[in-house]
């Protein structure tokens, strides 16, 4: 106690003489060090310190153990096999997939006039024909029409069945 009370005059005296000094428009180069005035005595303020510092952990462990859950539950997922085919989003997604390979083929065939149409025909005539005609089918038409484009032609892989692509060798056997 006796020391707070020491420290306070010791306080009082250093903001004393400070206000009996004018300011000055120049620094000096010895000034005098900063005192930090606390409210809390120091015990307490570690205390407080302490307090955050271990509900944060407990709020990182159970963080942490949300995220684990979490990660398993998507882990589950993968080994899930029709999980495709419960997308809700499973129809637009296709659709962009499919609007996205297009464009890359009218952007490669622009140049060419006739042949992004030509390729549109084969498309069209593979869709409304009555006739069943398999994928490896229009892959073999695309085939003739692309042999220019080799990449569309591996691009088009995308749209078959793993079987189809090896049938049509865009994939090589394991």
């Keep these: 106690m006796e020391t707070l009370q020491k420290e306070d005059e010791v306080n009082d005296e250093a903001v004393g003489d400070a206000a009996k000094k004018p300011p000055s428009t120049l620094a000096s180069p010895q000034t005098a060090p900063e005192i930090e005035t606390s409210i809390a005595p120091a015990g307490e303020s570690i205390k407080a310190a302490g307090k955050g510092r271990s509900s944060h952990r407990a709020r990182n462990k159970r963080g942490s153990r949300a995220r684990a859950s979490k990660d398993t539950s998507k882990l589950l997922l993968l080994y899930d096999e029709d999980i495709l085919d419960r997308d809700p989003l499973r ?33 069209y005539e593979f869709e409304s024909s009555t006739q069943m005609h398999s994928a490896v089918d229009l892959f073999k038409s695309l085939q003739t029409l ?25 994939v090589s056997p394991l």
């Design 146 to 170: 692309l042999q220019d484009w080799p990449q569309l032609l591996k691009d088009f892989a995308a749209f078959l069945l793993p079987e189809q692509a090896l049938s049509c060798g865009l």
């Design 91 to 123: 129809e637009q997604k296709d659709l962009a997939f499919a609007q996205a390979y297009l464009t890359r083929v009218r952007e490669a065939l622009q140049h060419t006039p006739g042949k992004y149409e030509d390729f549109l025909q084969i498309i």
